[in-house]
T-cell receptor
Framework: GAVVSQHPSWVICKSGTSVKIECRSLDFQATTMFWYRQFPKQSLMLMATSNEGSKATYEQGVEKDKFLINHASLTLSTLTVTSAHPEDSSFYIC??????????FGPGTRLTVT | DQQVKQNSPSLSVQEGRISILNCDYTNSMFDYFLWYKKYPAEGPTFLISISSIKDKNEDGRFTVFLNKSAKHLSLHIVPSQPGDSAVYFCAATSSNTGKLIFGQGTTLQVKP
């Protein structure tokens, strides 16, 4: 149980375009979903926290107009990287929690902006 | 400000021996701690957790120890197996935020 999927698993896009990443909890309803970013050989950095039906809460330094998060249902959250630039190239990981402290992570999405 | 620190970027142990991964934290509000295992280009997989009201939690080959006074936790893997080779992240959270703060990770290599 507690499976989280992400789509796509990897994407290459041109600079200036937008990319949408989906995060789904497959066998449970997630009260909260989180989006992380990981640069090579670095820690996972929390970008934002989203609750179904409400606006996401962004961490300091994360541009909310650039990283649009939509949490339309208890099983789906999307992250849209708008006007992507090469410096946005990274590994994006979502997680979902039912309640309490444990989070279940998706497999991640590798974004490369050329 | 790195609230969760894993000061050893890498660790190499022989198969069958004990692996000890360490983690330090600075925020006294953290009350729940987790260890995750991660392979390259994959999401983290939950291993084991511990609440601040405990000082030890054991699950099979994995044991986590928490020293609240020292703000230190450690993950013991015994016996270590080659399949344990991965990056291990410790994470901490407080009940009032639910946010996980990750350490930098320690790459464990278990040699056959």
């Amino acid at each position: 149980g507690a499976v989280v999927s992400q789509h796509p698993s990897w994407v290459i896009c041109k600079s200036g375009t937008s990319v949408k990443i989906e995060c789904r909890s497959l066998d449970f309803q997630a009260t909260t979903m989180f989006w992380y970013r990981q640069f090579p050989k670095q820690s996972l950095m929390l970008m934002a926290t989203s609750n179904e039906g409400s606006k996401a809460t962004y961490e300091q330094g994360v541009e909310k107009d650039k990283f649009l998060i939509n949490h339309a249902s208890l099983t789906l959250s999307t992250l849209t990287v708008t006007s992507a630039h090469p410096e946005d190239s990274s590994f994006y990981i979502c997680s979902a929690s039912i309640q309490g402290n444990e989070q279940y992570f998706g497999p991640g999405t590798r974004l490369t902006v050329t | 400000d790195q609230q969760v620190k894993q000061n050893s970027p890498s660790l190499s142990v022989q198969e069958g021996r004990i692996s000890i991964l360490n983690c330090d934290y600075t925020n006294s509000m953290f009350d729940y701690f987790l260890w995750y295992k991660k392979y390259p280009a994959e999401g983290p997989t939950f291993l084991i957790s511990i609440s601040s009201i405990k000082d030890k939690n054991e699950d099979g080959r994995f044991t986590v120890f928490l020293n609240k006074s020292a703000k230190h936790l450690s993950l013991h893997i015994v016996p270590s197996q080659p399949g344990d080779s991965a990056v291990y992240f410790c994470a901490a959270t407080s009940s009032n935020t639910g946010k996980l703060i990750f350490g930098q990770g320690t790459t464990l290599q278990v040699k056959p």
